[in-house]
T-cell receptor
Framework: GAVVSQHPSRVICKSGTSVKIECRSL??????MFWYRQFPKKSLMLMAT?????????EQGVEKDKFLINHASLTLSTLTVTSAHPEDSSFYIC??????????????????FGPGTRLTVL | RKEVEQDPGPFNVPEGATVAFNCTYS??????FFWYRQDCRKEPKLLMS???SGNEDGRFTAQLNRASQYISLLIRDSKLSDSATYLC????????????FGAGTRLFVKA
């Protein structure tokens, strides 16, 4: 299957700082990338969907000014957690999908997940 | 009602047992269905897609019942390595197509 990488895999930061997480599709072009957050023993919660070259679509309750998403190329999306607080500590996972969300075609496409980034805010 | 519901378990079974998980979804217009497996502190990985006709991959069988809006996963001859959380995933036409994950069913297979 396709490979998606995430960097860093683990980050510990102080409260108030910003953290950038990168998600890369290594062997395919991902027109759509998704960002999820998962708290311990909980389900993955979709935070936002990003299509290359356009603004991300955020899920209800997710602050777009706090979680900045940039999908500048077909192989790279970044999530920046701004002014991080301890409650932002979580497992952040990206996934990549070929095709365009909303087209109908993409609904049948598998999502390939990155290995996740464990964020701890002190 | 949650859009995708699963019994969280945990299911504790001995090696060699057969175990079945069900998952229900609320949107009858949902179009594609998957089972993912997630190991502790790892990312989810696709186990199998679920087709209307049902599909089987080795010890794993997935079924879809559109009338009752549920999908199932059957694992035969359980192995220790099957211990994981199994996520039911549904693509549903909400604001474009949205992928919704169930909370997962935890399986522990013991020797």
């Amino acid at each position: 299957g396709a490979v998606v990488s995430q960097h860093p895999s683990r980050v510990i930061c102080k409260s108030g700082t910003s953290v950038k997480i990168e998600c890369r599709s290594l062997d395919f072009q991902a027109t759509t990338m998704f960002w999820y957050r998962q708290f311990p023993k909980k389900s993955l919660m979709l935070m936002a969907t990003s299509n290359e070259g356009s603004k991300a679509t955020y899920e209800q309750g997710v602050e777009k000014d706090k979680f900045l998403i940039n999908h500048a190329s077909l192989t790279l999306s970044t999530l920046t957690v701004t002014s991080a607080h301890p409650e932002d500590s979580s497992f952040y996972i990206c996934s990549a999908q070929s095709g365009t969300s909303g087209s109908g075609f993409a609904s049948y496409n598998e999502q390939f997940f990155g290995p996740g980034t464990r964020l701890t805010v002190l | 009602r949650k859009e995708v519901e699963q019994d969280p378990g945990p299911f504790n079974v001995p090696e060699g047992a057969t175990v079945a998980f069900n998952c229900t979804y609320s949107n009858s217009a949902s179009q594609s269905f998957f089972w993912y497996r997630q190991d502790c502190r790892k990312e989810p990985k696709l186990l199998m897609s679920v087709y209307s006709s049902g599909n089987e991959d080795g010890r794993f069988t997935a079924q879809l019942n559109r009338a009752s809006q549920y999908i199932s996963l059957l694992i035969r001859d359980s192995k220790l390595s099957d211990s994981a959380t199994y996520l039911c995933v549904v693509n549903t036409p909400t604001g474009g197509f949205k992928t919704i994950f169930g909370a997962g069913t935890r399986l522990f297979v013991k020797a």
